[in-house]
């Protein structure tokens, strides 16, 4: 009786110490680019228990994963994730995907770019993924660290076999539902993220060990980085290239004041061209002001005289004397005297 007693409180303590492990901690996001307009179209915006504002996919199944409509392309910043959604050009670069007991999938804003925010699993056979959740950190000099022990179950788990890693179809092949769990606890841990020249770098699974059990089947592009969503939907000739919304920051800021006022705030090349050319600058101005209160003197001048314009005839002066006879009014009224 003792022994029971005993195998059903060990049993107990580790249950609730898996729970614990696993349990769902408040989300917390310092900060990131929401994308508001562009994802729009695509899906709704709301706000969980903490505040924070996630998107969530419209017109998607109830059994819909994230990284699962797309295929898989090695990059020079490793394993890059080409999705057929709409909206995948942002919401598998950026941010990470997190699963609510009330809405399903939901995506969280970020602010750094990267080929595919995911976890990785392999074995001799498959090969699996999976999203990062929103308690994965990124650091330049640790890579990714976990501020929970938090991870998603073999239920959120993508495996399929080598050969159709790289396929254009790999939502296809991948592996049931019942035999998940068999694989996941198989299968072993991978996540192998660096920093390269202002780069995120999702090496994931080693390519040769990929490229040799997957018989050379695999395919490889290059990213050609899009600072506007037009230009994504674009089709180039040339195949080998893959493009990749990057979102950049306006360089202008502007500082508002009172009175409707705004200033803006240059960069430091336009500020350093500014300054060498001041001396140059400064040169004309003074010659060119000179010349302006000159021309502006000379034109008041002609305004005044020319208000009143004379017109000046060229006329031969005549020889001829001319007398103009005129009556005198004294006489005039000495004759009228003289009739009365």
């Not at 609730?16 to 901690?25: M, Q």
């Not at 394993?79 to 959604?85: A, K, L, M, N, R």
């Not at 976990?146 to 092949?173: A, E």
């Not at 506007?228 to 195949?239: A, E, G």
Request: net charge positive; glycine share 6%.
């Amino acid at each position: 009786m003792k022994k029971l007693v005993l195998s059903i409180f060990v049993v107990m303590f580790i249950f609730s110490f898996t729970n614990n492990t696993n349990a769902k901690v408040k989300l917390k996001v310092s900060g990131g680019v929401y994308f508001h307009s562009e994802l729009l179209p695509y899906g709704n915006w709301y706000k969980l228990r903490g505040g924070i504002t996630v998107w969530r996919p419209a017109n998607v199944r109830f059994s819909w994963q994230p990284y699962r409509n797309g295929r898989w392309f090695w990059t020079d910043d490793g394993w890059y994730w080409d999705s057929d959604e709409d909206f995948g050009f942002i919401t598998y670069h950026y941010g990470r995907w997190y699963y609510d007991d009330y809405y399903g999938w939901v995506w969280v804003p970020g602010n750094r770019w990267a080929p595919a925010w995911v976890d990785w699993r392999y074995d001799n056979n498959y090969i699996g993924w999976a999203p990062l959740p929103p308690y994965a950190e990124f650091s330049t000099s640790i890579g990714i660290h976990f501020s929970n022990n938090f991870h998603y179950g073999y239920k959120y788990w993508n495996f399929v076999g080598y050969r159709n890693f790289c396929s254009p179809y790999v939502y296809n092949y991948f592996v049931g539902s019942k035999y998940k769990y068999r694989i996941y606890s198989t299968t072993k841990y991978r996540n192998n993220y660096s920093y390269y020249r202002g780069r995120i770098v999702n090496r994931g699974i080693d390519i040769k060990y990929v490229r040799k059990r997957s018989g050379g089947r695999i395919v490889t592009r290059k990213i050609k980085r899009v600072n506007s969503v037009r230009d994504i939907n674009k089709r180039y000739t040339n195949k080998n290239y893959v493009s990749s919304y990057v979102y950049t920051k306006p360089r202008v800021t502007t500082r508002t004041y009172k009175k409707n006022r705004t200033f803006i705030a240059k960069d430091r090349k336009t500020i350093r061209k500014d300054n060498k050319s001041r001396t140059r600058i400064n040169r004309n101005e003074r010659n060119k002001v000179y010349r302006d209160n000159n021309t502006n003197r000379q034109r008041r001048i002609e305004k005044r005289t020319t208000r009143n314009p004379e017109i000046r005839t060229s006329t031969k002066k005549s020889t001829r004397k001319t007398i103009i006879k005129r009556k005198n009014p004294t006489k005039n009224r000495v004759n009228k005297r003289r009739v009365r």
